[in-house]
């Protein structure tokens, strides 16, 4: 056998020799794309362990609220597709939640029903204002939201273009008795047709950390607030789609609010702490937003 082998390898360099370069090119070819290969398949390997293992695991953080890890991270349609995710907390009593945003300067939104649609309606086709004009139903706990607020983009704008954030009331994940509001923040920046279902709808902005921001500075400045501290919300998404087909981006974080029994304002606050990696994960943020907001889909049509 040692004999046979010997002959064989004999015969395969003779072949050689008398082929010429040729295999021997075709040969090292082949080894660097199998190289290659290799190592493109480990970076996308360790790419996606990276991405969707090992960095949602470091930005996770309940430490300031641990119910709300169990909650829900998105409002769903009355069809069962996950609608506008989730972004903001209140903590407080209705009472107090409801002369915040009226002192913020948000309206209370109408009912659904075919005289408020007939109104809104009028109000895009026309370009008139509507500011209580309804908003659509989304649901949290199988239920509607409790409490939906507006504000018109523009001063007499019509209904087309808003900002508006809807509250469910969810006491379960509160701490110490104190009624708490899941809340979900964002802007319609014009009407049309749904990308999935082909219904008449509003489209959002891309950018809800925005909405969600300015809801909550909106009731700092007044002095509302005696508490702000965020949880990790629907996570670190860079190009997430909603019920209306509309894509969105966020840092993923969940601002909640604790309301004052009443407004005092020049009582500064300073937010709870994240942990370093979550900082870390928002000065990335950071860096790429104005990237995102240089996407097509990130304008905002005027009236």
């Known amino acids: 056998m040692n004999d046979e082998a010997a002959i064989d390898a004999a015969l395969e360099q003779i072949g050689e020799a008398a082929a010429g370069p040729t295999v021997t090119k075709r040969r090292l070819w082949r080894r660097v794309f199998r190289w290659l290969s290799l190592g493109f398949s480990g970076v996308v390997a360790a790419w996606i362990f990276a991405a969707y293992v090992a960095l949602p695991w470091l930005w996770k953080h309940y430490e300031h609220q641990p119910g709300l890890e169990s909650a829900p991270k998105f409002s769903v349609t009355a069809a069962g597709i996950p609608g506008d995710p989730l972004n903001l907390g209140l903590v407080g009593a209705e009472k107090a939640v409801v002369q915040a945003m009226l002192d913020a300067g948000w309206t209370p939104a109408d009912p659904v029903s075919w005289r408020t649609s007939l109104g809104i309606a009028r109000s895009v086709l026309e370009k008139r204002p509507y500011p209580t004009a309804p908003v659509s139903s989304l649901f ?14 523009t001063a007499g704008g019509s209904a087309s273009r808003r900002h508006h954030v809807r509250f469910w009331r969810a006491d379960d994940l509160g701490t110490g008795g104190v009624p708490f509001w899941l809340g979900a923040a964002t802007f319609d920046r014009s009407v049309g047709f749904s990308h999935l279902t082909g219904q008449i709808t509003h489209h959002i902005a891309a950018d809800i950390d925005a909405e969600r921001n300015a809801v909550i500075a909106g009731l700092r400045e007044l002095g509302w607030l005696i508490q702000e501290y965020q949880v990790t919300g629907v996570g670190a998404t860079l190009f997430g789609r909603n019920g209306g087909g509309d894509r969105y981006d966020t840092d993923g974080e969940l601002t909640i609010g604790v309301l004052a029994v009443a407004p005092h304002k020049n009582q500064p606050i300073s937010p709870l702490d994240n942990p370093n990696p979550v900082d870390l994960k928002d000065q990335l943020w ?7 907001r240089s996407l097509p889909d990130s304008t905002v049509p005027q009236d």
């Open 286 to 292: 950071s860096a790429i937003r104005p990237l995102l």
């Open 140 to 153: 949290v706990f199988g239920r509607k939201q409790d409490l939906a607020f507006e504000k018109a983009a």
